[in-house]
């Protein structure tokens, strides 16, 4: 078993900037990650200081590994699938990856993040971050005026429709899947003059850069569109660890944290980034992440000198 001060499950955005915070403080940190996630889908976020002509998420994570080696921060490629509170807080925990791996440490961060459902649609992640987008609060800006298509499903994909109503008039809503919409949303949708189309979506029409250049339905049919949204529902958030060790978590799995601290309902476990209730954007998540080590680091200051205060008891 493999022993640190503090283990990091997820080598996203909070995690590496949980990694960079602690790896400063000088303590042994492991960061467990399985390699793929929401930031290694993304070509480019474009909503970053310093970054006005966007960064891909690979590079992000690429410049942010190196920075936490440096700092002498560990890197272990493997998906943790068991978490074991060892005891009473302060015991540490032990979690076990699907290598058969085990890691140990008396303080732990989720950084699990969450995934978004996307269909396998031929050429469409190619286009993420670049030309096709998730978050209206990170891109919307990035449609202002542009014929857009929202790719979803039932009424997440009208709700994203609507939202985005306010940076275009070019709107049209295919409804893949054909889920059922509430006949508010639709009313809404015609009210908005939002085109909306209820067929299966057949495949992405795009260049090799990643431009999205529209749709092909299942049926034939083509619609053409400068960017895309998706918004099918039934994200994934990447929390059964907390469950494992008890965390309290919200009815959409969300992992529920103090505000100040960002630590759970179990202590010495803390959560940052998107598996936590906020909004998701990488800004957030990397204030998360620094926010979480900051306050892992008071803890092992405070476990060490518990320590020191029992070993000289015990001399004495």
């Known amino acids: 078993m493999e022993q640190y001060d503090s283990m990091i499950v997820g080598g996203g ?5 949980a990694a960079i915070q602690l790896g ?83 303080t732990l961060l989720l950084a699990t993040g969450l995934l978004d459902r996307i269909p396998e649609l031929p050429n469409l992640k190619n286009c993420l971050g670049l030309t096709v987008y998730v978050c209206p609060d990170c891109d919307g800006y990035e449609v202002k005026n542009k014929q857009t ?71 034939g049919e083509r619609i053409g569109a400068e960017r895309g949204f998706i918004a099918f529902g039934g994200n994934e958030v990447k929390s059964d660890l907390a469950r494992q060790l008890g965390a309290e978590r919200l009815e959409n799995r969300h992992i529920v944290t103090d ?13 940052a980034g998107d598996v936590g209730v906020h909004a998701e954007q990488v800004t957030i998540a990397m204030g998360e992440g620094a926010q979480a080590a900051i306050w892992m680091n008071k803890a092992l200051l405070m476990l060490k000198e518990e320590a020191n205060i029992h070993r000289v008891v015990v001399r004495s």
């Open 259 to 271: 505000p100040r601290s960002k630590m759970t309902s179990v202590p010495f476990v803390w959560a």
């Open 24 to 106: 400063r403080y000088e303590h042994r940190v492991l960061v467990i990650d399985a390699g793929y996630g929401r930031s290694t889908l993304c070509k480019s976020y474009h909503n970053l200081l310093g970054w006005p002509d966007g960064v891909s998420g690979e590079e992000l994570r690429r410049l942010g590994r190196l920075q936490a080696e440096k700092l002498g921060v560990t890197f272990a490629k493997d998906e943790v699938v068991q978490a074991v509170n060892k005891g009473k807080p302060g015991d540490g925990f032990e979690l076990w990856g699907k290598s058969g791996k085990g890691y140990e440490a008396p």
């Open 149 to 219: 298509i929202v790719m979803g499903s039932g009424d997440s994909g009208a709700e994203m429709a609507l939202t985005l109503s306010t940076r275009t008039d070019k709107l049209t809503y295919v409804n893949h899947e054909q889920k059922a919409v509430k006949s508010e949303l639709l009313a809404k949708l015609k009210e908005k003059r939002i085109t909306y189309v209820a067929e299966d979506i057949g495949e992405v029409m795009a260049e090799t850069n990643g431009l999205f250049r529209g749709i092909v339905l299942a049926n």
């Open 13 to 17: 955005i909070a995690g590496l900037q």
